[in-house]
């Protein structure tokens, strides 16, 4: 029988929305050598790494351009055609972020304004081999370019014959980008965070990855490379109601569990009844899908929660705070204004996670692991910086002045007191 939880208090939320446990100490200490490796011995270090642990060490780390070009020749049309469709909906999304520059007089003679300011070099690892996700490519090269990051970077990891995704070569093409570094693991971060003899260390990396390489990133955090997010295994919540349709329900929740054994789902309804339906449905479409075995095993830790009214329901949720949330129910737009706690929300029966994950316009690097309680995920502001400015004029310095002096006198900030007073009394003389 299923372990459906019936009308849990409170008091039980925080074991049902517990994540899987996060890098051990052991680990920490494996990624740590090989960041000091990498930072030692550069491009060479990455060369051994990538032949003990992918299989392959290729001479040139660098994609040249030919390849590139080549690589977009043995793409199916339709693919290409595909990606193209995903980007224009993508990007589109992407620009409507960015803010015009406001300039607001606070008083008389003092003018302050916020502009973005792109990052200059950037970071993109994406994660290659059986399953190359040229889809993150596409969520993270549009907002680095629509940015004007002066500098971006892909690492990517090669397969055994030394070659990159052709897919992932053509998406590179697509966007513009020809700097693509054959490595993959911790040791590609480390390159990106330290620099090699050939690559110059970037100042922010973003991308998801296995737990190396989320070790990885937290480490060269702590030695002043931004990141974009520490990526844990993905997870999503659906909330279902007497207006769902179950197979859809099931179909959602089963192309999340065969990202792997350690994703995380999580079904609430307001009814049991919904429940044994949506998993009557996941019996009958798992037998066919090729990764059975993984979604099983991801299955086993499945949760499974009733509740008497949809506002506790979402209270609930938002404890959670998943990175995504689908909303199956008529009711969607409604009950859409009690989240406060999401990566990424899907309203409605016709809006499957997995348009976000590929082509609707929204991005697919989202805070998993509970963050989405206090950020949000991947956007246009992720590659810039916020700079705010001030002009004051003699006018203006002197109306705040006496305000500032008040200020630091009282913080016994005599120096700062100075700054002002030296600047009022010139004022005085020439006025």
């Known amino acids: 029988m299923e372990n459906i939880r019936l009308h849990p208090s409170p008091g039980e939320w925080a074991a049902l929305t517990t994540r899987p446990g996060l890098a051990a100490e052991k680990l920490e200490k494996k990624v740590r050598a090989i960041i000091r490796?990498?930072?030692?011995?550069?491009?060479?270090?990455?060369?051994?790494?990538?032949?003990?642990?992918?299989?392959?060490?290729?001479?040139?780390?660098?994609?040249?351009?030919?390849?590139?070009?080549?690589?977009?020749?043995?793409?199916?049309?339709?693919?290409?055609?595909?990606?193209?469709?995903?980007?224009?909906?993508?990007?589109?999304?992407?620009?409507?972020?960015?803010?015009?520059?406001?300039?607001?007089?606070?008083?008389?003679?003092?003018?302050?304004?916020?502009?973005?300011?792109?990052?200059?070099?950037?970071?993109?690892?994406?994660?290659?081999?059986?399953?190359?996700?040229?889809?993150?490519?596409?969520?993270?090269?549009?907002?680095?370019?629509?940015?004007?990051?002066?500098?971006?970077?892909?690492?990517?990891?090669?397969?055994?014959?030394?070659?990159?995704?052709?897919?992932?070569?053509?998406?590179?093409?697509?966007?513009?980008?020809?700097?693509?570094?054959?490595?993959?693991?911790?040791?590609?971060?480390?390159?990106?965070?330290?620099?090699?003899?050939?690559?110059?260390?970037?100042?922010?990396?973003?991308?998801?990855?296995?737990?190396?390489?989320?070790?990885?990133?937290?480490?060269?955090?702590?030695?002043?490379?931004?990141?974009?997010?520490?990526?844990?295994?993905?997870?999503?919540?659906?909330?279902?109601?007497?207006?769902?349709?179950?197979?859809?329900?099931?179909?959602?929740?089963?192309?999340?569990?065969?990202?792997?054994?350690?994703?995380?789902?999580?079904?609430?309804?307001?009814?049991?009844?919904?429940?044994?339906?949506?998993?009557?449905e996941v019996a009958r479409q798992l037998p066919g899908l090729p990764r059975k075995r993984i979604i099983e095993k991801c299955l086993l830790n499945k949760r499974l929660v009733v509740f008497r009214d949809h506002r506790t329901a979402f209270a609930f949720l938002n404890a959670y705070a998943p990175e995504h949330l689908v909303i199956a129910s008529q009711r969607a737009g409604v009950l859409s204004r009690l989240v406060t706690n999401a990566g990424s929300v899907f309203l409605g029966n016709h809006a499957p996670e997995s348009a976000g994950d590929y082509a609707s316009g929204t991005n697919h690097s989202l805070p998993t692991n509970g963050t989405a309680a206090v950020t949000g995920g991947v956007s246009l502001d992720s590659f810039v910086k916020k700079v705010t400015f001030q002009k004051i004029t003699g006018s203006g310095i002197r109306r705040i002045g006496p305000v500032i002096e008040e200020m630091a006198e009282a913080e016994g900030l005599q120096a700062h007191r100075s700054a002002v007073r030296i600047r009022l009394q010139n004022e005085k003389r020439t006025s």
């Open 37 to 280: 490796e990498v930072s030692l011995q550069g491009d060479e270090a990455v060369r051994q790494f990538s032949a003990r642990f992918g299989g392959s060490a290729p001479g040139d780390l660098w994609v040249q351009p030919g390849e590139i070009r080549a690589a977009a020749t043995r793409v199916d049309p339709l693919l290409k055609r595909s990606i193209r469709a995903a980007r224009k909906n993508i990007e589109r999304f992407h620009r409507s972020q960015a803010e015009p520059v406001r300039r607001i007089e606070t008083v008389p003679g003092v003018v302050c304004w916020r502009k973005s300011i792109p990052i200059e070099r950037v970071g993109l690892y994406i994660p290659g081999g059986t399953a190359p996700l040229f889809s993150t490519l596409l969520m993270l090269g549009i907002p680095a370019r629509i940015a004007g990051c002066a500098q971006i970077v892909v690492a990517t990891p090669p397969r055994e014959d030394g070659r990159i995704s052709d897919v992932i070569l053509f998406v590179a093409g697509l966007l513009g980008i020809d700097k693509i570094y054959k490595a993959g693991g911790a040791q590609a971060i480390a390159a990106m965070a330290c620099g090699t003899q050939t690559l110059h260390k970037v100042h922010k990396i973003f991308g998801p990855g296995n737990q190396y390489v989320t070790c990885a990133k937290k480490l060269v955090q702590a030695q002043s490379t931004a990141i974009d997010m520490l990526a844990g295994p993905s997870e999503l919540a659906i909330y279902a109601d007497a207006t769902c349709v179950p197979a859809y329900v099931a179909a959602d929740l089963l192309s999340q569990a065969e990202h792997g054994a350690d994703s995380q789902v999580i079904l609430v309804s307001s009814s049991e009844a919904i429940i044994r339906n949506v998993l009557k």
